[in-house]
């Protein structure tokens, strides 16, 4: 090999050391056993012989010879504490509870329930006799290793104030780690009689005293023509419930689900063909068998069945299969466009995709509540409190996305009832902006979609704090979408947002006493003297609204909401607020003249009564004075002797002119008041067409667009934060209805 002629070798041809190469083992390394145990269980069996049977039978030779024989296989429960540790410990135990016959079987039940607890997870043979025994007896509920799997569970059905159905497919229980995981969560809830509101997602996981974890969630705005719930009415009066089984089956809102699954099965059949080898179906749970291997295998099947099978998870199958065909695969290349285009999808489904075919009612439930347990529970509302306290701290919600979508038609049909309403109808121009309006709206679905949520709460245990919620949220988007076509525009982004929710503590359960009592005369007196001292002052208003309130007899719950800035917003967007301004501005012109017309149709209505009544008036008075001075002619003819026909013709003569004048006038009258009308009606019909020409020129969609966007152009650039803040008004009479009177013992 030859060398520069400097003399030095380059780092190629330093010569280098083997290096050895890693010695891999694909079987992991035994624990050591070490002689330890042995010694500690030999010294147990020895104080056995030697001490009296109450400690055998306390069980904890036992419990500590089960932890001897973990130790020595390597899997001991708490691993992390020395033996001799729990070993001194439990005897010291044994020794306090020996004083007391209570603390003593207290003390043996705890011991035999450890050692059946630690024996499942250190003993493989314990573990699997329980679990085999546990799949005879429960058919329905898969055990593997520390897991256990539920499914064909009964619905929810929410029959109350508000109808709902809440469906989890699948449920399973990890002991080892104290988490649970929800499967195919789907939730149906009808809002009013022409709003429904569907949610789903595919993954919840409850982590016990550290947090909840929620994927991707889906929640759809549905119409009158969407929805699945609509001929469902809520029950007017309490159920029998004497005759009411736990397990309810053919109810009317499992039959409304089922009959919508199947009107929309054909639909969703030609787009699973080709994406999904399972059937969509809610499938019962088959008899198991009592291998490990074969209940883990039919545990995986379940969970891959229900995932395949979501609608969101066919949506986005088939959204790629359709991007990939038509070569448009970059439209869905951030998980934001995709989940606003999956959510615009299933917007058309059934709002419960797989419905059981049993429930369990919310009446049911609440009516299983033994009198005297609800009778404690409304003494002590500290125990309420006591309770959400913790849960509400050590269980903050983590949610990765929630993507909200609401159907162009039926923003449609809202702004034609509420907006538009007959006005479209009787102008040209409103006609058109409708047309514009609708022609934005009507073809397509809008995606709102929140990214990365943190979710908190806090319930004092001290009712002078007041109840709050905070959401934060770390991005926020809206999209314009269109289902058949896979076509989406970014409209809105925000640079996250975030909202609190403060409620006052007596809306908790049980805590109607903290309620503010009904407003009483004497109180009224106080509060208006207290407005009227204040006046002038802020604190006047407040104590206004206040006082306000408390006749109305209603509380509030404050709510504060703020977008982060900069924002950016689409062309189109700017277009559509343009011509929603605009048709603002032309339905109030229109709205004006409406008062105008109908207010003087009031006003001639009433002028007519009026002339008809002074007409009837004048003819009277006429009357009268005709009769009158007929009988002075006849008293002037009694005293004069005057020829009685020449009276009677001055009478008749003097009528005549009498109600000729009155007739002239009132003609005059008239002529003179609906030429006026005249005059006025033609004045006021053409300042509103001035009024709408001067809309149409002076604010056209261009200046407005032009308006518009130089605000939202600054709002790009702009940073802090935009929003609002205010309070929401609560009725107390509803709560006031569901106050017991029993006393409180612990307040």
């Known amino acids: 090999m030859s060398t520069p002629k400097s003399g030095r070798q380059s780092p190629q041809d330093i010569p280098r050391k083997p290096v050895p190469a890693p010695v891999t083992d694909a079987t992991p390394a035994k ?10 269980l030999a010294a147990t069996l020895l104080g056995t012989g030697i001490l009296s049977w109450n400690w055998i039978i306390s069980g904890t030779p036992l419990l500590l010879c089960s932890l001897f024989l973990g130790e020595w296989n390597g899997r001991r429960v708490l691993s992390w504490l020395p033996l001799w540790a729990i070993f001194t410990t439990l005897n010291f135990a044994y020794i306090v509870a020996a004083t007391s016959w209570l603390l003593f079987w207290t003390f043996t039940a705890l011991c035999y329930s450890t050692i059946l607890i630690s024996s499942l997870f250190q003993f493989e043979y314990v ?40 469906v989890v497919r699948g449920l399973t229980i990890e002991l080892s780690t104290l988490t649970a995981t929800a499967y195919g969560v789907e939730v149906g809830v009808k809002l009013d009689s022409d709003m429904e509101l569907a949610i789903q997602t595919d993954k919840v996981v409850v982590k016990l005293f550290r947090r909840i974890e929620i994927g991707d969630v889906y929640a759809n705005v549905k119409g009158s023509d969407e929805m699945s719930f609509g001929a469902i009415q809520s029950w007017p009066n309490p159920r029998d419930m004497k005759k009411d089984q736990f397990i309810a089956t053919d109810t009317p809102i499992l039959n409304a689900a089922l009959a919508s699954r199947r009107t929309a099965s054909s639909d969703l059949q030609e787009k699973m063909d080709g994406l999904s080898e399972h059937d969509t179906s809610s499938k019962p749970v088959k008899k198991l068998s009592p291998d490990d291997e074969k209940a883990r295998d039919e545990y995986e099947k379940m969970i891959k069945i229900i995932t ?26 951030t998980d934001t466009n995709l989940r606003a285009a999956v959510s615009a999808h299933v917007h058309n489904d059934p709002t419960i995709a797989h419905p059981p075919r049993k429930s369990i009612r919310l009446t049911t439930l609440r009516h299983n509540n033994h009198p005297k347990i609800k009778i404690f529970l409304h003494r002590l509302p500290l ?18 996305s929630v993507t909200s979508t609401g159907s162009g038609k039926w923003f449609v049909s809202l702004m034609k009832k509420h907006f538009f309403k007959h006005y479209s109808s009787s102008d040209a121009e409103v006609r058109r902006l409708e047309g514009r309006i609708s022609a934005w709206l009507a073809d397509a679905n809008f995606a709102v979609g929140l990214s990365n949520l943190f979710c908190t709460g806090y319930v004092p245990v001290d009712t002078d704090y007041d109840i709050e919620c905070k959401f934060k949220i770390g991005d926020l988007l809206a999209h314009r979408t269109l289902p058949e076509a896979v076509g989406l525009t970014q409209v809105i982004h925000l640079g996250g947002a975030d909202a609190t929710f403060v409620l006052p503590s007596f809306l908790l359960p049980h805590h109607e006493h903290l309620m503010p009592t009904i407003l009483t005369d004497f109180e009224e007196l106080q509060l208006d003297q207290e407005v009227q001292d204040a006046a002038g002052t802020p604190k006047a208003v407040q104590l206004r ?75 009277s008075a006429g009357s009268d004075t005709i009769s009158t001075g007929s009988a002075g002619s006849v008293e002037s003819a009694n005293t004069e002797q005057t020829d009685p026909g020449t009276l009677a013709s001055q009478a008749s003569q003097a009528s005549q002119n009498s109600q000729a004048s009155l007739a002239r006038s009132s003609t005059f009258s008239n002529r003179m008041n609906q030429t006026f009308k005249g005059m006025n009606t033609k004045m006021k019909e053409g300042w509103r067409k001035a009024g709408i020409n001067t809309v149409n020129v002076v604010a056209n969609d261009r200046w407005i667009a032009k308006i518009v966007g130089n605000i939202m152009r600054k709002l790009e650039r702009a940073q802090g934060d935009v929003g609002y803040s205010g309070v929401i008004p609560l009725p107390l009479a509803v709560y006031r209805m569901k106050a017991e009177k029993e006393s409180k013992l612990l307040r």
């Open 308 to 333: 395949e099978t979501s609608t969101s998870h066919l949506a986005l199958k088939w959204l790629k299969k359709i991007a990939k065909e038509r070569e448009i695969e970059g439209v869905l290349e």
């Open 31 to 40: 624990p050591s056993r070490s002689f330890g145990p042995i010694a500690c």
């Open 383 to 400: 125990l309420y409190r006591l309770l959400l306290n913790p849960i509400s701290y050590f269980h903050p919600i983590f949610i990765n």
């Open 545 to 619: 609204k206040n006082l306000e309130r408390r006749r109305r007899d209603e509380t509030v719950m404050k709510i504060a909401v703020h977008g982060h800035l900069p924002a950016l917003f689409d062309q189109e967007l700017l277009n559509f607020v343009a011509a929603t301004v605009k048709a603002t501005k032309v339905i109030e012109v229109e709205k004006g003249h409406e008062e105008l017309v109908l207010k003087r149709a009031a006003t001639d209505k009433l002028e007519l009564e009026v002339r008809r009544t002074d007409s009837i008036t004048a003819e």
């Open 127 to 166: 573990a699997r006799v329980v679990r085999h025994r546990c799949r005879k007896l429960l058919r329905h509920v898969l055990f593997i290793q520390d897991r256990i799997g539920l499914f064909d569970l009964p619905a929810l059905e929410i029959d109350t104030d508000t109808i709902g159905l809440f």
